[in-house]
């Protein structure tokens, strides 16, 4: 495994929405922070559009493999939507209409990226948060994180796409506990009903991620990209699957470079070195 400095070191991070979400990148990993630490980075609607923006440039860099997302701080994630701004935008089922789409574009753009993503979680992980974490393809929590749709005490409540993820990560058992109680429970119960893949010490997240997010970078992007589509596909109903797809995916791997290379890396016992194609 490539040995690295922390991520947040080297790399000076360019500022979306106002300095409210940031963008860095090293060593083929993109890092996108939400970065209202006043708020425990609770996502405004400006924040959605800043990681939409984010997200595009990323997507067509073919330096970035993968990409983390994660909180300024230590103390959240993402504490959830911007309660601030409900009054405003979001104060009945006509505002929550505007709202949803002034913010899906960056919820779509989430749901349908290229690339692996990586939620790096340290504390608060809770609602609009929780379901940004869940759209993304592993979660790594410190083990100080906490975790919670408080829609129950709030009054609202979530959709077919974000209620689909959340049921399909901990079962319809644990999904009603977690919307019925709407109360926040720890890192070690999230890991063990399924929400989160891994539980660290808080002083090792940031490391733990980026060699975890390395692995995965230096892996044949061909490969995991059809993982990722197949995974993705047999979450959907069968009648919205699309198995050509899935079948292109695979003959983009068998047809690749990358498969010879993997194959000639394998027999002359060194590491690959994988280009995509
Ligand atoms: N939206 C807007 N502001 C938020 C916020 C959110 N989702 N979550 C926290 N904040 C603000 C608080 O209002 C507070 O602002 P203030 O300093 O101006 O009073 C600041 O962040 C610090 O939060 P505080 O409540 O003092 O910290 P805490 O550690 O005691 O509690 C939380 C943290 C996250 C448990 C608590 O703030 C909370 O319950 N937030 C709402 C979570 C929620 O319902 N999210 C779902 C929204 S869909």
């Known amino acids: 495994m490539q040995q690295s400095s922390t991520l947040a070191a080297d790399v000076a991070p360019r500022e979306y929405a106002g300095g409210k979400m940031l963008a860095a990148r090293q060593d083929g990993v993109g890092v996108v922070t939400f970065n209202q630490p006043s708020k425990h980075n609770a996502i405004s609607v400006e924040m959605w559009g800043g990681l939409g923006q984010i997200l595009d440039e990323f997507a067509a860099d073919d330096g970035v493999r993968v990409v983390v997302l994660t ?3 230590t103390r959240a994630f993402v504490s959830g939507a911007d309660i601030s701004q409900f009054e405003q935008q979001r104060s009945n089922a006509d505002a929550q209409r ?8 960056g919820r779509r753009k ?13 504390g ?7 379901a940004i974490a869940m759209q993304t393809d592993l979660r790594i929590a410190s083990s100080d994180s906490q975790f919670g749709i408080p ?14 993820n959340l049921v399909s990560l901990v079962g319809p058992a644990n999904a009603r506990m977690i919307m019925y109680t709407g109360e926040r429970f720890g890192a070690e119960e999230a890991l063990r009903i399924g929400l989160i893949n891994r539980v660290v010490a808080p002083e090792d997240l940031e490391t ?6 390395q692995i995965i970078a230096n892996n044949a992007p061909l490969s995991v990209a ?28 068998f047809d ?22």
């Open 124 to 130: 608060y992980c809770l609602g609009g948060g929780l």
């Open 226 to 253: 059809a993982s990722r589509l197949t995974i993705n596909q047999l979450l959907l109903d069968a009648q919205e699957r699309d198995p050509a797809a899935v079948a292109r995916a695979s003959v983009a791997c």
């Open 208 to 213: 733990h991620v980026f060699e975890l997010a």
């Open 110 to 122: 989430l749901a349908s990226f290229p690339k692996p993503t990586i939620a790096r979680v340290r």
């Open 71 to 73: 909180g300024a701080g």
């Open 98 to 105: 505007a709202y949803d789409e002034q913010t899906s574009v």
């Open 151 to 164: 829609a129950a005490k709030l009054g609202i409540a979530y959709g077919l796409e974000g209620l689909r």
């Open 256 to 277: 690749s470079e990358d498969y010879r290379e993997g194959r000639a890396a394998f027999l002359e016992k060194r590491k690959p070195r994988f280009k995509g194609r």
